[in-house]
């Protein structure tokens, strides 16, 4: 039951970050990297750090996470340099959204980063620390799901192919705006292969916590020292923008800011949920090695799955063959296969 339970919460984080952009729409008068830096002071510093508190037991300080004797300083600042990375698959995955759409650009996006944030982890993590002994986690079983998982993305990919090829001009900039399916599908795969980088960094960053710490707590402090990472990254490109495309007035259109800060909190709010669902969710996962060595594939698994259903309401699809559908549905189907796979072969 509390596998159940851990996988459910998951899913729940799923579903609000594939929301997130939703409510990015409503944003008015800003460029892209205005409301994009503004969200991710939520996103990426804000709930993070209120989420990290929560592993912050009696009698410890916020800081006394970070120099405690059980936690290295190298596991630290190379738990951050992982969320710089991960800072360049967070813009490009931004992106990824702008050329392919939610439905195409997720999937991709995070098809690609489920693979690769599984396989990263343990193999980095042996280079730096091998009496962990953490390339056993990567079994026959995880192996094959990842195999699986990319053909998953293969699948999806050739689905954009064919909407791209089947619709007018007209039709496609109905759909998705700014659509452009081989520049998305190059941005959306670096934003998977960056956006692993999240998970390696909580892999280094793992240990973070307390010992009395409560399980379900536990990964928050690594997400704030990832997220942070990523903060810099953004802030430094989104600000650079503003600079080029001479936008910095965006932040002084005082009519606007109420309506746009309500939007962008909501946003980061459901962007981090994620993060959120995935550390409670593996609290109850504790049980099951195999389960917990993929809880970051299973996150990014749900995300594709909600992103496409809200590609499917936001009518990202509408105009496309039923041949072009069902190929993309394959391709979901086996992504979530490849996702479940190891517990199945085990």
Not at 75 to 94: E, K, P, Q, R, S
Not at 325 to 336: E, N, R, S
Request: proline share 3%; with cysteine.
């Amino acid at each position: 039951m509390e596998l159940i339970i851990g996988l459910l919460i998951i899913a729940v984080g799923a579903f609000c970050q594939s929301s997130c952009y939703v409510p990015i729409n409503k944003i008015k008068d800003w460029s892209w990297e205005s409301y994009w830096i503004v969200q991710g002071v939520f996103a990426w510093l804000v709930l993070p750090f209120i989420g990290a508190m929560l592993a912050v037991t009696g009698g410890h300080s916020f800081f006394e996470l970070f120099t405690q004797a059980s936690v290295s300083s190298f596991n630290v600042w190379m738990t951050i340099l992982f969320g710089v990375l991960w800072g360049v698959g967070g813009l490009t995955f931004g992106l990824s959204m702008r050329y392919l759409g939610v439905a195409l650009g997720q999937s991709i996006a995070l098809g690609t980063c489920a693979g690769l944030g599984t396989i990263m982890g343990p193999v980095l993590l042996n280079i730096f620390f091998p009496e962990l002994d953490a390339l056993s986690r990567l079994t026959f079983a995880v192996i094959m799901g990842v195999v699986v998982c990319l053909v998953g993305i293969a699948i999806i990919g050739v689905a954009g192919s064919m909407k791209s090829a089947s619709l007018s001009e007209e039709e496609k900039k109905a759909a998705v705006k700014d659509f452009n399916f081989p520049k998305g599908l190059a941005i959306a795969l670096l934003a998977g292969f960056m956006s692993g980088c999240f998970n390696v960094g909580l892999e280094f960053g793992k240990n973070i916590h307390f010992e009395d710490t409560p399980e379900i707590f536990q990964t928050l402090p690594a997400t704030f020292l990832v997220t942070l990472g990523g903060f810099v990254t953004n802030a430094i490109y989104c600000f650079y923008q503003n600079q080029k495309n001479k936008t910095w007035g965006d932040y002084a259109k005082k009519a606007v800011w109420g309506n746009n800060l309500l939007f962008c909190l909501l946003a980061g709010a459901l962007w981090y949920s994620q993060f959120f669902g995935l550390s409670l969710g593996k609290g109850f996962l504790t049980s099951s090695p195999t389960l917990m060595t993929l809880a970051f594939c299973i996150l990014m698994a749900f995300n594709v799955i909600f992103s496409n259903v809200w590609g499917i309401i936001l009518k990202e699809w509408k105009g496309c063959s039923q041949k072009t559908i069902a190929v993309l549905i394959l391709g979901l189907i086996v992504l979530v296969i490849s996702t479940f796979l190891p517990e199945m072969l085990k």
